[in-house]
């Protein structure tokens, strides 16, 4: 699996999302991800489809947007009309998922499911056939720039071992205290999607960043 380095707009100037999107652009970076948090599902608030809509036309990037919320079924629609690529709803909404995914796949979009630290990594194998991507979350979700949790590890190596097992594609994606040296812990694990917020974006240089962080990757499954 190739691998995606996604920079996270929640850690740009929120003054400035459009200059943050084009700097993302110009780093190159594979991806931009954008949180998207509900004020419910997380004790914080962020942005909405208005957002992602004026700033879709600023860059090419794959648009991987992480819907932290409560009711997802009301906003997909919406983003999917901003210019997502691809919507990531969380594993913990329960009895909610089937009906979400195949919502999100009927507006034409690619599905991620993620899973917070405390929910065990079994919660989500009931939908491994249907999602192009697992986000393992390695903070506890609603605010950039929190310390890396080690738990989420052996989440990830199961969920590899699970996709060699039943022969599937998903994409292995890790958010949270994303850095170049937990970044390569969790490529060694089975990762291959990296998001990092404070990391790239609180780098003087983005795209001396966006390179480092794809060597660090690189040179660990390679070694
Ligand atoms: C956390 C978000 C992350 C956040 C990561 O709730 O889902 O995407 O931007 O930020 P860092 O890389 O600073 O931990
Ligand atoms: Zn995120």
């Known amino acids: 699996m190739n691998i995606i380095i996604a920079p996270s707009l ?4 929120h003054a400035r999302f ?6 993302a652009g110009r780093s190159g970076a594979d991806w931009l991800h954008l949180d998207i948090m509900d004020g419910h599902f997380v004790p914080n608030i962020t942005f909405g489809p208005q957002v992602v ?9 794959f648009f991987d947007v992480h819907l932290m919320c409560s009711k997802p079924e009301i906003l997909v629609e919406h983003f999917a009309k901003a210019g997502a690529d691809e919507m990531i709803i969380h594993v ?3 009895e909610q998922i089937p009906s979400l995914i195949r919502q999100i796949k009927s507006l034409g979009k690619k599905v991620g499911l993620a899973v917070n630290p405390p929910t065990a990594i079994a919660a989500v194998e009931p939908y491994l056939e249907q999602i192009d991507l697992l986000l393992v979350m390695t903070v506890n979700p609603g605010f ?11 989440k990830i190596q199961q969920a590899a071992s699970w ?8 994409r292995i994606s890790v958010d949270g205290g994303i ?10 694990v089975g990762a291959d999607t990296f998001v990092a917020g404070t990391s790239l974006f609180g780098a003087r240089n983005l795209k001396f960043a966006v390179a480092k962080l794809r060597k660090s990757v690189n040179d660990a499954v390679s070694h």
């Open 18 to 23: 459009g200059e943050g999107a084009e700097r």
């Open 10 to 13: 929640l850690a740009s100037d």
């Open 144 to 154: 950039g720039g929190q310390e890396f949790i080690r738990e989420g590890l052996p």
């Open 163 to 170: 996709r060699r097992d039943k022969a599937l594609s998903y």
């Open 53 to 61: 809509k004026a700033i879709r036309p600023l860059t090419k990037l």
């Open 179 to 188: 850095t170049n040296m937990t970044g390569a812990d969790c490529a060694r």
């Open 92 to 94: 913990e909404l329960g």
